[in-house]
C-alpha cells in the first residue's frame, strides 16, 4: 500500500474515531503500517543517493572562488545524510541575476503594515499541518516552525485559534508556519527519532530564525479590500520536486543581496551575509471562499503587470521573510517529505488569518493609505 493511500485511511479512520466507529487498535496499526513505508522509502532513497563527502562541485563557481569569498571552506564540508539535498542544490548568490521590483503606478497601494511576532523564542514546533490534513497528526512528516497563534496544531479549529493567546503584540492571532531549516553537520538531533524528525528522514539540529518580518504590501496598480477572517494561504508546493515546479514559489537569497533570489537552490552567502527566505503569497482572492479543495483555487497571484486575474480582488500581500546565521561551512536544508530530498524548490510557506476585524481594517487603511505601520 503506497504513503498516499495510507494517509488516506489514518485521515478517515480518525474521522470515524471521532465519530465513535473506530478505536485506537484501528489507529495503531495504520500509523504503524504508514511509518514502515516511510522507512523503506528513506531507505531506498539513501541507497541510491550519491553521497559525496564535501560540496566542492558547486555549479557555477570553484572551491578556490568559495573558499576566498564566500563564508566557509566547501572542502571541509560533510554530508552525513542520506535524502539529499545534493551539491547541485547550492549556487553563490552573486551568480542569481539582479532584478528590479515592479514599480507602483498611479492607484496603486504603497504602504505596509507588519505584525511583529518574534521569531518562535517560546518552541512551538510539531509535524502537523491543518490546512491540508486537518486532524492527522505528522501529517506533514516534516517539522514546521510557527509565529503568531500559540495553539496550531493538527486538531486546530476557527473557534479554538480565535480563542488563543499569539506571539503577535499588536493582538494579530493569525497563524504562520513553514518548515524548519537544518544544518547537516553530523550532529544528533533532540528529535532524531521523533515524527516530523528523523523518523521522516529530517535529520540535523534545527536552525532558529535570527529574525521574522511578518509584513503585507499593497498592489502596484489597485487598492485593496480586507481579506476575509480564518482565510487559508499555502503558497509554494511541498511537493515541487516530484510534482513539479507548477506550484513552486521558494525564493532563497542573502542579506545585501536580495535584488538577487534563488528558486531552486540554496545560496552560498558572503562572509557576515545571513541566509534569506523569503515566502511572497497570493495576494488577489475570489470574493468568496476561505479555502478550497486543493487550498489554491480561491487564490491567485497577481499577474505581470500587477493586476488580480478576472474574477479575483486585491488583498494585502502577506510576505514572510526570515533569516538564519548559517555556520560558515556548513551545508543545510529545509525539512521535507522523504521524497523530496531536502530541495530547495520545495520550500513553502502557510497562513491562516484570525486579525481581529478592526485589526484587519487598520492593516488596510495603512496599505491604501501609504503609511508604514
Known sequence: ??????????????????????????????KQQRSATIGRMADAIGAASTRPSDLTELSGCSARQVRTE???????LKRPMPGGPAPADFADIRTAPAKAAPAARGGGSTGTFTSSCGRNENGHF????????????????????????????????NASLAAAGTTCTNGDLSTHYWPVLRVLDGKA??????????????????????????????????????????????????????????????????TGFENRQLKDKYPICPNGAKVVRTLAFQSCWDGRSTDSANHRTHVAFARADGSCPRGFRAVPQLVQRLTYDVPAGAPFAVDSFPEQLHKPVTDHGDFINVMPDALMAKAVSCVNGGSRC
Open 70 to 76: 564566500a563564508a566557509g571552506d566547501v572542502s571541509t
Open 1 to 30: 500500500m503506497g504513503l498516499a493511500e495510507l494517509d488516506a485511511q489514518v485521515a478517515r479512520a480518525y474521522e470515524r474515531a471521532a465519530a465513535g466507529g473506530a478505536g485506537e487498535g484501528v489507529l495503531g496499526e495504520l
Open 189 to 254: 538531533a533532540p528529535d532524531a527519532k521523533a515524527p516530523g524528525g528523523g523518523h521522516d528522514g529530517n535529520m540535523g539540529r534545527i536552525l532558529r530564525p535570527s529574525s521574522v518580518t511578518i509584513q503585507f504590501r499593497g498592489s502596484p496598480v489597485s487598492k485593496v479590500a480586507a481579506m476575509p477572517r480564518f482565510l487559508r494561504i499555502i503558497t509554494g508546493d511541498a511537493k515541487a520536486f516530484t510534482s513539479g515546479p507548477g506550484n513552486a514559489n521558494a525564493s532563497w537569497s542573502c
Open 126 to 157: 510539531n509535524s502537523d499541518n491543518v490546512i491540508v490534513t486537518p486532524g492527522v497528526s505528522n501529517g506533514a512528516h516534516h517539522t514546521h516552525d510557527y509565529v503568531g497563534n500559540l495553539s496550531t496544531n493538527a486538531f486546530s479549529s
